[in-house]
């Protein structure tokens, strides 16, 4: 790819950021797309009624392209709200919420979650725990239950010498999950908020804050460089911004073209010059026999001989 | 349907172009304004200038052309989710991601950066999407095996048409 750049120029070319190319950010986004967490299933139906959306788009470039798997979500989403009745029915959208969900997944969710977990608490018979974005394990939990029930033993007072054995675990016991689930953390104002506070120091470090700039200094770059859109996204400018718009990708398309040609023309100058190269008239001629002799005048007075 | 067969009526070979992906999506009203937002976004982010170094890093990259850049698509769709703190309507999310995958691979076209044909613009946009959708805990693969047991005289029945 390189060899089709024109080179000899000192000020331009890629590598002094002439080229808006698109697929910059978003094939350094592709590195960071591991670290996002897994989204919650109740946008999933919202996402499916997008894909709806551009049905007939994904049905055109299918069956441009023959790719059965686009002409065949074109063809089911073009019955109307046909991928997302079939998405529910078909169970490809997972029934249990995870945790961590992000568009403002409540706590209900979450505690649900907790009512139902390996301690074997029936929904009912405890009031759920109010605990966001909690990550407990099962295990942990397990091992928790058999420490209280043991601590509660030892409180009881010492052991008679008849209990043989240790006391069944008690499933249903009303364990306090606040004394075991590390309390949540106080997570600093986000993006949006501190962006809304004027705060731009603090939406810069949020806006950094997912990506580490030590093991993807990309990522950390892209998502400076993202802070400025989303800032107009929130601000509203639709129609200022896609006049804008209209005149970038003129300018794009302007400089696509004014790429090629350049390219164009410095293949024609590279041409023209191996032509010129096999072809010079320098005004003199070489006589091999003449070089092969005593060349008493010397390598370079003895081969040139006046034409 | 007929309607649907007469869009995808189009002579094999044609170049896809942005434009026509872009007419082919449609959103309803109350979403147009958040859907264009979002593209706007997209696409500020992957006309940047400062950018290039990146491009030409990932795709000197190993991998189908297609794959890298509906891998990379989707990474900017996520990554403006992310960085909307949730503000983002997920029903915009797919057909943003269609119209920016179009706008890229139009840029690609038109410069030369790499030959990009039709079918690496389809690979490109069946992985976009499978990529987001298992984000949402989407299935993808059940919804493939689900496909695939269809063809076009096979259409499912009752669902709300």
Redesign the interface.
């Known amino acids: 790819?390189a060899i089709?750049y024109p080179i000899g120029d000192p000020t331009g070319g890629?590598a002094y950021?002439e080229?808006?190319?698109?697929?910059?950010?978003?094939?350094?986004?592709?590195?960071?797309?591991g670290t996002?967490t897994?989204?919650?299933?109740f946008?999933?139906m919202?996402?499916?009624?997008?894909?709806t959306?551009?049905g007939?788009?994904?049905?055109?470039?299918?069956?441009?392209?023959?790719?059965?798997?686009?002409?065949?979500?074109?063809?089911?989403t073009?019955?109307?709200?046909?991928i997302g009745?079939?998405?529910e029915s078909?169970?490809?959208?997972?029934k249990t919420p995870?945790l961590g969900q992000?568009?403002?997944g409540s706590t209900g969710n979450a505690a649900q979650a907790m009512s139902s977990s390996s301690l074997g608490q029936s929904p009912s018979s405890a009031p759920s725990p109010n605990v966001q974005g909690a990550n407990v394990n099962p295990l942990q939990q397990s091992s928790n239950a058999e420490f209280v029930n043991n601590e509660n033993l030892a409180r009881s007072g010492p052991i008679p010498p008849n209990l043989g054995t240790a006391p069944p675990i008690q499933n249903n016991m009303p364990v306090s999950l606040n004394q075991n689930v590390p309390p949540p953390k106080v997570e600093p104002p986000?993006?949006?908020?501190s962006l809304k506070q004027g705060n731009i120091l603090d939406a810069a470090k949020a806006?950094g804050s997912?990506i580490n700039p030590v093991t993807n200094p990309?990522g950390a770059?892209?998502?400076g460089?993202?802070?400025?859109?989303?800032a107009?996204?929130?601000s509203?400018k639709?129609d200022a911004?896609?006049a804008a718009?209209e005149a970038?990708?003129g300018y794009?398309?302007q400089r696509?073209?004014q790429?090629?040609e350049e390219?164009a023309k410095e293949k024609r100058r590279r041409a023209n010059l191996n032509q010129g190269y096999s072809q010079v008239d320098a005004g003199i001629t070489v006589n091999p026999a003449v070089i092969g002799q005593a060349q008493a005048g010397g390598l370079i007075a003895g081969a040139v001989q006046p034409r | 349907m007929a309607i649907i067969q007469d869009k995808m009526a189009r002579p094999q070979g044609d170049d896809i172009n942005a434009d026509t992906v872009k007419e082919n999506i449609k959103m309803p009203p109350e979403l147009q304004n958040a859907y264009e937002r979002v593209v706007i976004a997209g696409m500020k982010v992957m006309f940047s200038k400062q950018s290039h170094k990146l491009m030409l890093e990932e795709l000197q990259k190993e991998g189908p052309l297609g794959e890298k850049l509906g891998k990379g698509v989707a990474g900017l769709m996520l990554l403006l989710i992310k960085q909307s703190n949730g503000t983002m309507p997920p029903e915009v999310i797919i057909p943003a991601g269609v119209n920016l995958l179009s706008q890229a691979a139009d840029f690609i076209r038109k410069t030369k950066l790499e030959k990009i044909t039709n079918a690496d613009i389809g690979d490109a946009m069946e992985t976009m999407i499978t990529t987001i959708l298992d984000k949402f805990d989407v299935n993808t693969e059940k919804m493939k095996q689900m496909l695939d047991q269809y063809s076009s005289e096979n259409i499912p029945t009752g669902m709300g048409a």
Request: hydrophobic share 50%.
């Open positions: 790819m089709d890629v950021g080229k808006n190319d698109p697929i910059s950010a978003a094939l350094s986004a592709a590195t960071m797309a996002y897994a989204a919650g299933s946008a999933a919202s996402l499916m009624q997008g894909v959306f551009a007939a788009a994904m049905s055109l470039v299918g069956s441009v392209t023959g790719n059965k798997t686009l002409s065949k979500i074109g063809m089911i073009g019955i109307a709200g046909g009745s079939l998405a078909q169970q490809w959208i997972s995870s992000t568009f403002g986000g993006f949006l908020d806006a997912a990309y770059m892209a998502v460089q993202i802070a400025a859109p989303i107009d996204y929130l509203g639709t911004e896609i718009l970038q990708t794009t398309d696509a073209l790429l090629q390219i």
